[in-house]
């Protein structure tokens, strides 16, 4: 049985999905951004950093270490023409692109969440980008040239009108390729962020039910240990999805649940998982990654001008932006 190291499997793992997921925007003030129109409540949010961190064999970084880390991760900060994904950041912004054995620190952002507004930091580039669906643009700021440009994208979709008459009979679904049985267990929890955060432990074993040429016959195991902020409701936008790490396969799940009562109800401040995975010819070494999060804010009205153009940013590229910067 020879040892690979699954590069694809490696990239999926830290990945963290970053999208709009709420559903009605909120009244901004000020700002150089048109309002939309004013939700019938109050929106509310919340704002927090983000370290993700892997390795290959290698124990997780420890529950608490956020602080150290940002501080050792900010000494490198140097304002670049580079610009977040408000859709996600794969790769990250520590240049973790090439794969390696070595622990490594793959990103540093701060993500914001307001209504069905996001806006994304690069902390280390200092720059930013905004999604607005409500007007159709994703805002990009240079927060060390004070610019900006704008680039439009897919306004929001309107709902979808209900059937006049009931379908035809639907194709049965496709059978599962594999069945994972997770059972949970509460922790006693610690102080994180100056809260103290209630912790669950996850253990998931995954067994084939039906191979397939793009579902390959494996098995495995899974470890995750969760810290959960417990007066902020996760975003819509970042649900902990358990199975995630395995999306990259394409196929199907049968998810046996012991216990388990929606760990993705509560803000996810640190998150630790360990993927054992084997073939009958291969065995992949414990890929172990890491989230971490602190300075956690609710945002509410007052915040909504984070999410416009600030008054005194440029348009990229204009006259007096070229002169400003050339002084």
């Not at 925007?25 to 109050?42: D, T, V, Y």
């Not at 501080?71 to 240049?95: C, F, I, K, S």
């Not at 959960?228 to 799940?253: G, S, W, Y």
């Not at 998982?273 to 890491?290: A, Q, R």
Request: charged content about 15%.
């Amino acid at each position: 049985m020879r040892t690979v190291l699954w590069p694809a499997l490696l990239c999926f793992m830290i990945s963290l999905p970053v999208c709009a997921g709420a559903d009605t925007p909120p009244s901004p003030q000020g700002g150089a951004s048109p309002s939309p129109q004013a939700s019938a409540s109050p929106a509310t949010g919340v704002a927090y950093d983000e370290i993700r961190w892997r390795a290959i064999d290698t124990a997780p970084l420890p529950p608490g270490s956020f602080s150290a880390d940002r501080e050792q991760l900010m000494r490198h900060a140097t304002p670049a023409e580079r610009y977040p994904d408000v859709d996600g950041n794969v790769l990250g912004n520590l240049g973790a692109g090439s794969m390696t054995t070595q622990p490594q620190f793959v990103a540093l952002y701060r993500y914001s969440y307001y209504g069905d507004w996001v806006r994304v930091d690069d902390l280390l580039a200092q720059t930013a980008a905004i999604s607005r669906p409500d007007l159709g643009q994703t805002i990009f700021l240079n927060l060390a040239m004070k610019v900006y440009h704008t680039v439009q994208s897919p306004s929001r979709p309107a709902p979808m009108p209900s059937p006049s008459a009931s379908p035809g009979p639907s194709a049965p679904p496709e059978p599962d390729n594999y069945r994972f049985e997770i059972s949970a267990s509460q922790g006693p929890g610690m102080a994180l962020d100056g809260m103290h955060a209630t912790e669950l432990i996850l253990d998931g074993k995954l067994t084939t039910v039906r191979a397939t040429p793009g579902c390959i016959q494996i098995q495995g195991s899974m470890h995750w240990v969760l810290y959960q902020d417990p007066d902020i409701f996760n975003p819509p936008a970042t649900p902990v999805n358990l199975t995630a790490p395995l999306a990259i396969f394409k196929c199907r799940f049968d998810m046996q649940k012991a216990g388990l009562d929606q760990p993705q109800t509560n803000l996810v401040l640190y998150m630790s998982v360990t993927l054992n995975m084997s073939t009958d010819l291969i065995k992949v070494k414990p890929i172990v990654t890491v989230i971490e999060r602190g300075n956690v804010a609710k945002l509410g009205p007052a915040d909504a001008a984070l999410f416009n153009i600030p008054k005194d940013f440029l348009p990229q590229g204009s006259v007096s932006s070229v002169l400003w910067s050339r002084s």
